[in-house]
């Protein structure tokens, strides 16, 4: 089944609904810039009440391995996902030789001109997942746009040669099974498609995303 991520968690409703849902993993951004920024305390009491096969994922931005792998321990995190447009690649060989238990994900911006390049700067055996997002360095995810699926289909092509692929960008319950059938990912990764406003997730649109992704998954 495809791996579900519903990102950019804010409060502990939220997140029980996810999982209810039949989320994989919930994301939780530790970027000041981002609307859906949360205080690592306030992660760390939402952390502590969900489900232990429900994977924990913080989202940072253009972090050294110290910052990550404190972070990490605060708040009780099962994965970190790199997302900045100047991350460092040996960070992730830090980070997986202090804490192996840790799961690195990458953030891979389909504005690149050449997207495939960069995921190949990586060392694919301490990726976990290569996410390939809309973003670009003005807006760091969650921008509600998705990228030209069938011309970043080759490259996506190239990156799922090195390791697993997470789509994100855009994704909504009405579009996320075309997405999935274009670029046959591992996963799919959404945070405004399934938002009230900003850091409020819609508890029908989260239910009705699940429910798309795992109906696609009949079909293929």
């Known amino acids: 089944m495809t ?34 920024y ?31 792998c404190g972070l990490a321990k605060e708040v009780g995190l099962t994965a970190v996902q790199l997302h900045g447009d100047n991350e ?50 003005s807006r760091l995810g969650g921008t509600g746009k998705i990228f030209d699926w069938q011309r970043g289909r080759s490259g996506i092509e190239v990156i799922a040669t090195l390791g697993r692929v997470v789509v994100a960008g855009g994704l909504t319950p009405g579009n996320v099974a075309e997405a999935m059938r274009i670029l046959e990912p591992w996963g799919v990764d959404v945070a405004s498609g399934v938002e009230g406003r900003p850091g409020k997730k819609d508890p029908e649109k989260v239910r009705a995303f699940v429910t798309a992704v795992r109906e696609t998954d009949k079909v293929h």
Do not use: H
């Open 38 to 68: 949360i205080d690592p305390s306030a992660a760390r009491e939402i952390v502590s009440k969900l489900p232990a096969n429900v994977q924990k994922v913080g989202v940072l931005v253009n972090q050294r391995e110290d910052t990550i």
């Open 88 to 137: 460092d690649p040996r960070v992730a060989d830090l980070l997986v030789k202090r804490r192996p238990d840790l799961k690195v994900l990458v953030g891979i911006s389909m504005q690149r001109p050449t997207p495939q390049r960069w995921a190949m700067m990586w060392n694919p055996e301490v990726v976990w997942a290569f996410l390939v997002d809309s973003s670009n360095s």
């Open 3 to 36: 791996w579900v991520k519903i990102c950019g968690i804010t409060n502990l409703e939220d997140a029980l609904t996810a999982v209810a849902a039949g989320a994989d993993a919930l994301g939780f951004v530790f970027y000041e810039k981002s609307p859906r």
